[in-house]
């Protein structure tokens, strides 16, 4: 199959942008999910150590992967200790 491709993309070479593009959008969509399973705070792999992981961020955490015009490190603690 992998040859048959290479044979297609020889004799039209235009194709080779559109595979590039789809390529690099599949390569980052697998990275920012497994970003979300490993950083995000909803995700809990370890429930007998850490049933509630949300619990243990603090209020300057950054867990967001962009966010505009929010500086976390003047924020005050405003929530209950659980």
Sequence with gaps: ???TVL???KSHPALIPL???I???ATMSMLYLGRLA???PDCSWDRKNN???WNKLGPNDQYK???VNM?????NKDRPDF
């Design 71 to 75: 500086d976390y490190s003047k924020l």
């Design 51 to 53: 049933p509630e992981p």
């Design 7 to 9: 044979k297609q993309l």
């Design 1 to 3: 199959m992998l040859n």
């Design 23 to 25: 390529g690099g959008g």
């Design 19 to 21: 595979f590039i593009f």
């Design 65 to 67: 992967l962009f966010s």
């Design 38 to 40: 490993l950083k995000n």
